[in-house]
C-alpha cells in the first residue's frame, strides 16, 4: 500500500495554469503506473491523465488532451499534473491514483488513492 499525497491545488482564473503533485512513499515507487482523476460536485469521478511506471506511456481524457499534461520523477517518487488554459468545466477534486498498469489505472483499477486536492477555476 503506498501512501499518496497530493498538493498543488488552488483557486485560478480562466486561462492561467496550475501543477499539481503527488508525493508517494516507499521505495517501489516506479513499479507503480500512476493516474490522476478528478470529481466535480454532483459528478461521477472521471480519470483525468495515466503514466506507466517508467513515464514512457501516457493517455488523457478527451476533454484535457492538449491542455495537461502528466509526467513523473521516479527519482523523487513524486507525479506530476501540468493543467494549462483552465476553464472553469475543470474545477473539481483532484485525486493521485496508484495501480498496475497504466491501463488498469486508466479504467478504474487502482490500490491506493490519494485524499485529494481541490482545484477552483473562475470565469
Known amino acids: 500500500q503506498v501512501q499518496l499525497v497530493e498538493s498543488g491545488g488552488g483557486l485560478v482564473q480562466a486561462g492561467g495554469s496550475l501543477r499539481l503533485s503527488c508525493a508517494a512513499s516507499?521505495?517501489?515507487?516506479?513499479?507503480?503506473?500512476m493516474g490522476w482523476f478528478r470529481q466535480a460536485p454532483g459528478k461521477e469521478r472521471e480519470i483525468v491523465a495515466a503514466?506507466?511506471?517508467?513515464?514512457?506511456?501516457?493517455r488523457y481524457a478527451d476533454s484535457v488532451k492538449g491542455r495537461f499534461t502528466i509526467s513523473r520523477d521516479n527519482a523523487k517518487n513524486t507525479v506530476y499534473l501540468q493543467m494549462n488554459s483552465l476553464k472553469p468545466e475543470d474545477t473539481a477534486v483532484y485525486i493521485c491514483?496508484?495501480?498496475?498498469?497504466?491501463?488498469?489505472?486508466?479504467?478504474?483499477?487502482?490500490?491506493?488513492w490519494g485524499q485529494g486536492t481541490q482545484v477552483t477555476v473562475s470565469s
Open positions: 503514466v506507466s511506471g517508467s513515464g514512457g506511456t501516457t
Open positions: 516507499g521505495h517501489t515507487f516506479s513499479r507503480y503506473a
Open positions: 491514483a496508484a495501480g498496475g498498469t497504466s491501463g488498469s489505472v486508466w479504467g478504474g483499477t487502482v490500490g491506493s
